[in-house]
């Protein structure tokens, strides 16, 4: 069957479809990863983008449960030069092309991707269509001019209820702006006790679970769409190490007075980036459309950590008072590479010195009160 993408500016490609029939819309970005394909298509930072991939051979190793960054995949289109349609690996559940049916999404093939990313490049991210029905080029335009700007995708991503993966080590509450799955198995592994709640818990809210450290994870959009949790990280600044991955980056970096714009085309796939501090490079994997004007940062009393090699853009903060951080990239990758995990340790390093420096009561006596005074409230 075939099937087009038409571009805002005019651009048709004509291909074959798979996955599912129909039609679909979105921003239409670029990544630039040669694996982990699965990985990117349930990362919640592409919700409701058509998704490019610059590596020409994608499905060769069909799709694996175990391998999901969320419950299910957040793209809206894909967008590929040669699909494979069988599999061939020992630990497939499905082929590519019948997960997105399942998903109901819609995907192109046989198209020349270099020549899409060059126009993203040159001209920036835009809006697409992709449909595998007959409509003219005329009506499809029309169609593409009503696809309104991503709004809320947070909301959409984030999780909608409290949950918990218990632990005996620091208790950490992870602020999901729309987090991968990644981010929670290093913590677990650390044998940290986390508590996962939704992007507008508050402060307050945050208290009463009597945190070591927070933890803003990654999430889609824009991070000035969210100032309800802006509000409440620039309330805990100070209170509680806070450590910032990708959109929770950009949000440590506005609750302290910087302010972040849209790039061009983004960052999405593995890229290099400096240790400002050692001046030592390694490989991170991003996914972002925004990034931090470095002309804000020291007005927000924060000092630049990390800084991309290609762009110089800014890929990592501190704060110059407080014990907070924040890197652009994922340190918890999924897809690779893994050169920055350590900042997980980083961070638990942190609590644990900002705990030897405010002690407070271990946290069964501080339970034993609290249910102490609860139950002689219910006595009188």
Known sequence: MQARLLLEDGTLFTGLAFGAEGQTGGEVVFTTGMFGYQELLTDPSFCGQLVTMTYPLIGNYGISRDDFESIRPAISGLVVRHHEPVPSNW?????LDQWLKEYNIPAISEIDTRMLTRILREKGT????ITTGTERTEELQERLGAIPQLQDQVAHTSTKSIY????YGERI??????????ILRDLTQRGCD???????????????FNPDGVLLSNGPGNPQSIPQTIETVRELLGEYPIFGICLGHQVFALACGAT???MNFGHHGSYPVKNVS???????FKNHNYTINEDSVDAANLEITYKNNNDRSVEGLKHKTYPAFSVQFHPEASPGPYDSKYLFDEFLEMIRTHKQSNPRKPRQIELAESLRGELQYAQK
Do not use: F, W
């Open 164 to 167: 918990t993966s218990p632990g």
């Open 278 to 284: 050692s001046n030592r490079c390694h490989m991170a």
């Open 194 to 208: 986390v508590i996962v709640v939704p992007y507008d818990t508050t402060a307050e809210q945050i208290r009463k």
């Open 173 to 182: 509450v992870l602020v999901d702006l729309g987090a991968k799955s990644g």
């Open 126 to 129: 835009m809006k697409g269509i």
């Open 260 to 262: 972040a714009s849209k």
């Open 91 to 95: 630990r497939a559940q499905y082929s």
